[in-house]
């Protein structure tokens, strides 16, 4: 088992920055790539950005690209993305997941969200315009 535990969300005006954290427990951090998913009341949960085990290869959505980073930090276990320049859009609750890629090659990672064993409980995020 792997525990997600999310923080840093809240409420931040239009064009603000926020930096969510993923703390993670219970197995290797570095066996598993690490995503960030979103979900606005009333859609769907959606893929925002990932990252390989390593922290060398990331992935987003084109909706965040150049605005949303995802880093890692092996030794303390955590996930981060830092969010700048934030839109009403962006409000959603965020969720940390973790998929198992130890076997998988060291440049793996997904955007599907059928390919995350763990999920975290999310963290709510506001902005306001």
């Known amino acids: 088992q792997v525990q997600l535990i999310e923080s840093g969300g809240g409420s931040v005006q239009a064009g603000g920055s926020l930096r969510l954290s993923c703390a993670a427990s219970g197995r290797t951090f570095s066996n598993y790539a690490m995503g960030w998913f979103r979900q606005a009341p009333g859609k769907d949960r959606e893929f925002a950005a990932a990252i390989n085990w390593s922290g060398s290869r990331k992935a987003y959505t084109d909706s965040v690209k150049g605005r949303f980073a995802i880093s890692r930090d092996n030794v303390n276990n955590i996930v981060y993305p830092q969010m700048n320049s934030l839109k009403p859009e962006d409000t959603a609750v965020y969720y940390c997941?973790?998929?198992?890629?130890?076997?998988?090659?060291?440049?793996?990672?997904?955007?599907?969200?059928?390919?995350?064993?763990?999920w975290g409980r999310g963290t709510p995020v506001t902005v306001s315009s």
């Open positions: 997941a973790a998929d198992y890629a130890r076997d998988r090659g060291r440049d793996y990672i997904s955007t599907t969200r059928n390919a995350y064993d763990y």
